[in-house]
């Protein structure tokens, strides 16, 4: 079997039964909240690039308390130390797991370490936000969803998108059957960005789309490809095509590059009925709906006309996705429910993008 032919690790193979432990399929029961009249304190943990985003909304949320900000580097400590007087700040994440006031723990570390770090967090007792990806290792993921689901603790993943008010929007047309039977979708997400050489662009770039589409189409695919080259740094991928084949049949195609003269950051879903875009580089009319697609002409058996009816652009919130997400997660410690993007969905993602990387090796 080739690797684009290849099934996700880990989709059809049954899991042990298990009696003692919870699997990581097991819906576990978390308390609410204990004491509604206290703030939910939170700490964030990695102050680099999307951190100080983090911490900047979770310190405005009504009822949520940032009370720690820890990074190994005391730059990065002291450049926000300013914008939030009276936040203890470390740069070690055992002060934060050994404080017995702090709820839960946010991670916006490197990639490699979002699973080892959200294990030690919700083996803490704390709750675990994570940045995405969950892991780069299916296994590493299932480790961190093993142990929300041993100890009863939130685990979120970050993933943005699905918070975005267009993709929400988005979720609701396609489920609704606004659109008709779901064709296909595929999505560009290209730049001439910052090069990286810890990652390539599959994993940098990649995880945002892959986590919606899954979102959207509501399947693990059966089949996954993926072909890129490294022209600028050997061995780091610049530019990927990913295919996708879900069981329904419906696919996926994603461009995902950081060497193109283009910044596109678009959606493209295409059903029986209408289409529809996602475009976040649109001020306005992020989300825009097609009345374009096929009618059998009754006239003749057999016959199809093409309609090129009228497009509008649904009315979006223009909340910010970041605030959404962080009061998603908030609101989810305080009710004790599972957040819409949950460990588990983590673990989907990482799924698809280790076989998407295991077919960029082959």
Known sequence: MSPAQRPIEGMTTPQPRRTAKPSANTKVARAAHPDPARPVRIGVVGLGYWGPNL???FASIDGCELTWLCDASEQARA???????GVRA???????LADPE???VVLATP?????ELAERVLRAGKHCFVEKPL?????????AVHAAGETGRILMVGQLLEYHPAVTRLKELVDEGELGSLYYIYGNRVNLGKLRSEENALWSLGAHDVSVVLHLIGEEPEECSAHGESYVRGGVQDVVFCYLRFPSGRVAHLHLSWLDPHKERRITVVGSKRMATFDDMQIEGKLTVYDKGFDEDTSSWGEYIARAGESFSPRISNAEPLRLECEHFVEC???GQTPRSDGHSGLRVVRVL???????DG
């Open 79 to 85: 450049k926000l130390a300013g914008a939030f007087p």
């Open 102 to 104: 702090l709820d839960a």
């Open 354 to 360: 280790e076989a998407l990387q295991r077919s960029l």
């Open 111 to 115: 990639v490699p370490t979002h699973a």
């Open 90 to 96: 470390t740069g070690e994440v055992e002060e934060l």
């Open 135 to 143: 892991a780069t290792t299916v296994a590493d993921a299932r480790r």
């Open 333 to 335: 410690i305080r009710n």
């Open 55 to 57: 911490a900047r909304n």
